[in-house]
């Protein structure tokens, strides 16, 4: 059976192991489309445009991007709002892969809100893709349980990042069963849907937080090397670190002393045998 055509567009490791996903299956893959304004020189590994280029694939940015008729439309963590010109491209589906559960959690502070709510349980989302952001209708949505109060906007990422590569598995062997593709529409009562603007003004502590509201605020927004949730000390603006974030770097510093220490023992008694 011939594999399914696709445009991927994306940013971020988990676009990079999309489309090494697809590349294993025999997907035909007719452009990569990237964000080259937003670079995460943090990020280690190869980017989305450097894996595509490696495998000869054409790579470009969406208003380069041409005319032309795929089975799939796929934004993998796209930074910006999918053109509705790009969208008619696809013959059966124009989809985007978000990491958080939708409808409850739109727009940019989906892992931020999840820990503000004090979340029983998370998700990341399949959806189709309209003119509006996250307002589409539901494709899949994978959720798994989780403990708020031991989260940092950071470690929940990963845990959704990881969620969402097995929901991009689960949507290749859709596509590529010929099945006719499930669709549901959102519950709008339920959609919650935040902007940057709103994002960022939920980044102040509220005044006379408790040591409990401190310590959520502060884990809801660490992310590095972004700014976290802050509180003024006059004019002064003085960001949170949680306790379960210095807990984190402790542990990628130390995480290497013994070894490195072994490592300099056998190289010493070696040298002096």
Known sequence: MTKPSAILMG???GSVVALSIMLQRGWDIRYVVVSRKHQYPWIAGPTLEQVALQHGLHVLTQPELPDTLVDFVISYM????VKSHVLKMAR???LNFHAGPLPEYGGWAFYNVAILDRATEYGCTCHYM???????????????PICAAQETAYSL?????????CLFVDF????????????????RTKMRYLSQEEFD????????????TIDRYARAFWYPPYKGAYTMLGTTRVEIIPQTAKE???????????AALQRIAERYMSENM
């Not at 796209?78 to 709002?81: D, G, K, L, N, V």
């Open 11 to 13: 940013s971020k490791p």
């Open 92 to 94: 059966r589906a124009a």
């Open 248 to 258: 984190e770097v402790a542990r990628h510093l130390h995480g290497d002393d013994l």
């Open 130 to 144: 309209d003119d509006g952001f996250d307002t589409g209708p539901l494709l899949k949505v994978r959720r798994f």
């Open 157 to 165: 990422e990963r845990l959704a990042q990881q969620e969402m590569t």
């Open 201 to 212: 003004q939920l980044k102040v502590i509220p005044p006379g937080a408790d040591a409990d």
């Open 172 to 187: 290749c062997r859709l596509a590529e069963s010929g099945q006719e593709l499930p669709i549901e529409p959102q519950d």
């Open 78 to 81: 796209f930074r910006y709002r």
